[in-house]
């Protein structure tokens, strides 16, 4: 069955350190994959995305996510924190073909903390 | 209004009331799609329309009725909600058959079942 998997439900980084949210997926073929983030009370907003071609994707506010085929991984990695970067992030992917065309799955999101 | 825009953003309703969720995008799509976010559980995709026919239910029961009048709008009909239907729900559109599947989503409506 399709699914994505995001080992970590919470995590907590201080501000100017690094951080790597971990994504796995499962899926019969190469699917888009997708990070959003979302802030309290607010809907999701997409920070990158991987279509094809370059496996290292750069998307907004300094995020950056690598696809890596052989481990059927998307890590999303930020090489320094702000506190702005406090919210939940989602992993998710999209079939390219078929009749779910367009449906994305969710994984359960990582919550990130940052201290000051 | 650009984007995708939901009214109510809060919304509060006893188990015995009628009331209906609203969904606008502005951004010329082909789908849209009504989410459900609970605590502590991935976001639940509950039904999805293409060109304003519904392609996708995912076994929501019949308390929820979504309405898909135009490419533009959905809506989301609620009547003798429980309280475990307390919730963020949220509404997504995309441009399918456009080469990707990136969702656009709205701010969502929460919802709190008394």
């Known amino acids: 069955a399709q699914s994505v998997t995001q080992p970590d439900i919470h995590i907590t980084v201080s501000e100017g350190a690094s951080l790597e949210l971990r994504c796995n997926y499962s899926?019969?073929?190469?699917?888009?994959l997708f990070w959003y983030v979302q802030s309290p009370g607010q809907g999701l907003q997409l920070l990158l995305k991987?279509?094809?071609?370059?496996?290292l994707v750069q998307g907004i506010k300094g995020f950056e996510a690598e696809f890596k085929r052989s481990q059927s991984s998307f890590n999303l990695r930020k090489p320094s924190v702000h506190w702005s970067d406090a919210a939940e992030y989602f992993c998710a992917v999209g079939a390219r073909y078929g009749g779910s065309q367009g449906n994305l799955i969710f994984g359960k999101g990582t919550k990130l903390s940052v201290k000051p | 209004e650009t984007g995708v825009t939901q009214t109510p953003r809060h919304l509060v309703m006893g188990m015995t009331n009628k009331k209906s969720l609203k969904c606008e995008q502005h951004?010329?799509?082909?789908?849209m799609y009504w989410y459900k976010q609970s605590a502590k559980k991935p976001l639940e995709l509950m039904f999805v329309y293409s060109l304003e026919e519904r392609v996708e239910n995912n076994s929501v029961p019949s308390r929820f009725s979504p309405e898909c009048p135009n490419s533009s709008h959905l809506f989301l009909h609620l009547h003798t909600l429980q309280p475990e239907d307390s919730a963020l729900y949220l509404c997504a559109s995309s441009q399918v058959g456009a080469g990707n599947n990136e969702q656009f989503f709205g701010p969502g409506t929460r919802l709190t079942v008394l």
């Open positions: 991987y279509f094809s071609g370059d496996t």
């Open positions: 951004l010329g799509h082909n789908a």
């Open positions: 899926y019969g073929a190469t699917p888009y």
